[in-house]
Nanobody
Framework: QVQLVESGGGSVQSGGSLSLSCTYSGISYSRYCLGWFRQAPGKEREGVAWLRADDLRRYADSAKGRFTISRDNAKNTVYLQMNRLRPEDTAMYYC?????????????????????WGQGTQVTVSS
């Protein structure tokens, strides 16, 4: 059974940085994507960044140039380094996993393709 646990959220001022962690366990398949998503109050969950099993990365337009997704295999952890944070980045951040059939396919970006969500970690950016 896959388990994902997010941590690292907090409150920062606009322009600040935070590093989120998603520790995973129970992944029994070799082809998958891990993704960071966020959900602000009253809004739908949206994708932020995705990491394929071979470390190919994708980013949402809102994250390009500011956020970096990475992994530490020894710690079974995926990170989201967020720099130059803005008030509109305020949301609950979640990580999810998407098993894939083909090793070469790009990570999907839509929420419905992911599951086994963690409990989330809150990020609040004040102006």
């Amino acid at each position: 059974q896959v388990q994902l646990v997010e941590s690292g959220g907090g409150s920062v001022q606009s322009g600040g940085s935070l590093s989120l962690s998603c520790t995973y366990s129970g992944i029994s398949y070799s082809r998958y994507c891990l993704g960071w998503f966020r959900q602000a109050p009253g809004k739908e969950r949206e994708g932020v960044a995705w990491l394929r099993a071979d470390d190919l990365r994708r980013y949402a337009d809102s994250a390009k140039g500011r956020f970096t997704i990475s992994r530490d295999n020894a710690k079974n952890t995926v990170y989201l380094q967020m720099n130059r944070l803005r008030p509109e980045d305020t949301a609950m951040y979640y990580c999810g996993i998407s098993p894939r059939q083909w090793a070469s396919e790009l990570c999907p970006t839509i929420v419905e393709q992911y599951g086994d969500w963690g409990q989330g970690t809150q990020v609040t950016v004040s102006s």
